[in-house]
């Protein structure tokens, strides 16, 4: 099995790949995601992805415009495939883990096979950026950023660890916040397909605003 792989273009991943719908869930690449494994289908899907040895495992989120059956929701074509870089047995019947992220995928087709987890053939070629750490992040408007995170924290009476925010590149800033942010689908699905890192940080800026500008009004809310 591959240990501390590096992935320098496509053709370093597999075309076909398991993957994981989960609504709300968000990883970018170079971006850590915990997993709590615990359903037998998801089991089997690490299991999986061990024995192939390649460790990758596709987060992908339903649609909710075309949800489809309840047992095989349609899927956004957009997800970002990532690494098992730790894995632990609880001694329960679960896995908890951590995926670190590589590189975003565009679904071609969704196999049909026995398994009981999902598996799609998806291409890597339109997002080949992902490949090189910390493109376009001199593009970014970290002051904005920063004010954004800054008046969500106030507005919610949250602590947050400002030295270390600060040290942080703006690529990890920008996607650690984006990944960790209380917001709904739609939002995450248009982080996730940013053309680059600074329209991401756009995005991440403005949805911050529209949720504070509810909070300030009244309106509801997701980030009570």
Same mark, same amino acid.
């Given at each position: 099995?591959?240990?501390? =792989?590096?992935?320098?273009? #496509?053709? $370093?991943?597999?075309?076909?790949?398991?993957?994981?719908?989960? %609504?709300?869930?968000?990883?970018?690449?170079?971006?850590?995601?915990?997993?709590?494994?615990?359903? #037998?289908?998801?089991?089997?899907?690490?299991?999986?992805?061990?024995?192939? *040895?390649?460790?990758?495992?596709?987060?992908?989120? #339903?649609? %909710?415009?075309?949800?489809?059956?309840? /047992?095989?929701?349609?899927?956004?074509?957009?997800?970002?495939?990532?690494?098992i870089t730790q894995i632990a047995e609880t001694g329960d019947g679960r896995?908890?883990?951590?995926?670190?992220?590589?590189?975003?995928?565009?679904?071609?087709?969704?196999?049909?096979? =026995?398994? %009981?987890?999902?598996?799609?053939?998806?291409?890597?070629?339109?997002?080949?950026?992902?490949?090189?750490?910390?493109? *376009?992040?001199?593009?970014?408007?970290? !002051?904005?950023?920063?004010? =954004?995170?800054?008046?969500?924290?106030?507005?919610?009476?949250?602590? !947050?660890?400002?030295? *270390?925010?600060?040290?942080?590149?703006?690529?990890?800033?920008?996607? =650690?916040?984006?990944?960790? /942010?209380?917001y709904g689908v739609a939002e995450k699905q248009a982080l996730l397909e940013? %053309? $680059?890192?600074?329209?991401?940080?756009?995005?991440?800026?403005?949805?911050?605003?529209?949720?504070?500008?509810?909070?300030?009004?009244?309106?509801?809310?997701?980030?009570?």
């Amino acid at each position: 099995m591959p240990m501390n =792989a590096v992935y320098q273009k #496509p053709d $370093d991943l597999a075309d076909v790949i398991p993957v994981f719908p989960l %609504p709300g869930a968000l990883l970018l690449p170079r971006g850590q995601m915990p997993l709590n494994i615990f359903e #037998p289908r998801y089991m089997a899907m690490i299991d999986h992805a061990l024995r192939a *040895g390649h460790r990758l495992i596709g987060m992908i989120q #339903p649609d %909710p415009a075309h949800p489809g059956p309840e /047992s095989k929701p349609n899927l956004f074509k957009v997800g970002c495939v990532g690494r098992i870089t730790q894995i632990a047995e609880t001694g329960d019947g679960r896995y908890l883990l951590q995926l670190t992220g590589i590189a975003r995928f565009r679904i071609d087709e969704e196999l049909s096979v =026995a398994t %009981p987890y999902r598996q799609c053939r998806v291409s890597y070629v339109s997002f080949i950026d992902d490949f090189t750490p910390r493109k *376009g992040e001199e593009e970014v408007d970290r !002051a904005s950023v920063l004010r =954004a995170l800054s008046d969500f924290l106030k507005a919610n009476d949250l602590k !947050a660890d400002w030295e *270390g925010i600060e040290n942080a590149p703006n690529e990890a800033l920008v996607n =650690a916040l984006a990944m960790m /942010s209380p917001y709904g689908v739609a939002e995450k699905q248009a982080l996730l397909e940013a %053309p $680059d890192l600074k329209t991401r940080a756009e995005i991440l800026v403005a949805a911050t605003e529209i949720e504070l500008a509810k909070k300030t009004s009244g309106g509801e809310t997701p980030l009570q």
